[in-house]
């Protein structure tokens, strides 16, 4: 099993930034791939970022050139640097790890998710 806590969101003006980090725990040594949703009201769930174990990495056309997804793996933690917000990137913030290594191939885990509010 694969535990994950995510943290950084919060209020922040259109134009400004924000750092998410997601914590995992547990069977971290099962995790493959990482990365992000996020899900805003009446909306679907939308992917934002990936972060693969070979280092590769890509994001969904919406957040290119503003959001970078980076892994620290020492610590067993993945970040979402997000600049240049937008009001419509408001929405709660999701992590998700799959421990293909050696836990159930492709199912997710998933924190409890994270609040992003941007005013304009």
């Known amino acids: 099993q694969v535990q994950l806590v995510e943290s950084g969101g919060g209020l922040v003006q259109a134009g400004g930034s924000l750092r998410l980090s997601c914590a995992a725990s547990g069977d971290t040594i099962c995790i493959s791939d990482m990365g992000w949703y996020r899900e805003a009201p009446g909306k679907e769930r939308e992917l934002v970022a990936t972060f693969a174990i070979d280092g590769g990495s890509s994001s969904a056309n919406s957040v290119k050139g503003r959001f970078t997804i980076s892994r620290d793996n020492a610590k067993d933690t993945l970040f979402l640097q997000m600049d240049n917000l937008k009001p419509e990137d408001t929405a709660v913030y999701y992590c998700?790890?799959?421990?293909?290594?050696?836990?159930?191939?492709?199912?997710?885990?998933w924190g409890q998710g994270t609040q992003v509010t941007v005013a304009s």
């Open positions: 998700y790890a799959e421990g293909n290594l050696c836990l159930i191939p492709n199912y997710k885990y």
